[in-house]
Structure formats: structure tokens, C-alpha cells
């Protein structure tokens, strides 16, 4: 019984999710979206250009469109935080947990003090 209870439940989903693809293929913000990506994808044939030639054209077009990567697996960079010592005035800025200093000052002074320490 428990199958034919999943296949009903499967059912009932699918005529869901067939409703609101047939609702967002009539949303004319996505056709456009999506003609425009078959225009692009034409011109990619038509020059034989791949994705990542693209991307270095608009790259060289506006720097900010650049990837960063050459494998285009970007990964958002951590904030640099800065830890100053109360006791010794000394400044620490990391984008990290591990950093030597401040591992030190965890030992000697604890880690919710050295959390404390941390500026804007």
C-alpha cells in the first residue's frame, strides 16, 4: 500500500509542478530571457565560440563580468576581520580562524575574549 500511496503523492506533484511551468512559459519576461539565450547560443555556433570565450569577451568588456578562475569555479572571498589587543595594543587582521597570533591569545586569554576583540 505504501507504493501506491507514493504514486499518488508523485502524481499529484507533478500535475503541480506541470501547472507552474505552463504558468512561467507564459510569463513574457522569460520569453525574452529565453530568446535572447537561443540568439546567444546562435552566434556561439556561428562564430564557434565556446561559454568561456564569451566570458573573456565581456570580461575584456567590463571587468566585473570576469570570472577569476580559469576552471570557472569561483568561490566569494572571505571578510578580512581585524583583532586588536587590549593588553598589547597589537592589531591582527585575518580572513581566517587559524592564524597563529590569534590562536596564541585564544590560549592565553580565551576564545570569547578574543571573539570580543574583534573591529568593524
Do not use: C
Request: proline share 3%.
Amino acid at each position: 500500500m505504501a507504493n501506491i500511496n507514493d504514486y499518488y503523492q508523485k502524481k499529484q506533484l507533478l500535475e503541480k509542478l506541470s501547472d507552474e511551468l505552463n504558468k512561467m512559459e507564459q510569463d513574457q519576461a522569460l520569453k525574452s530571457d529565453l530568446e535572447f539565450e537561443n540568439k546567444v547560443k546562435g552566434l556561439m555556433d556561428q562564430y564557434k565560440k565556446s561559454p568561456k570565450d564569451v566570458l573573456q569577451i565581456l570580461g575584456a568588456i567590463d571587468p566585473s563580468v570576469a570570472t577569476g578562475k580559469a576552471d570557472g569555479g569561483t568561490r566569494a572571498k572571505r571578510p578580512l576581520k581585524t583583532y586588536k589587543n587590549p593588553h598589547t595594543g597589537e592589531v591582527v587582521k585575518t580572513r581566517g580562524g587559524n592564524h597563529k597570533t590569534l590562536n596564541e591569545w585564544r590560549q592565553k586569554y580565551g576564545k570569547e575574549a578574543v571573539q570580543g576583540w574583534q573591529q568593524n
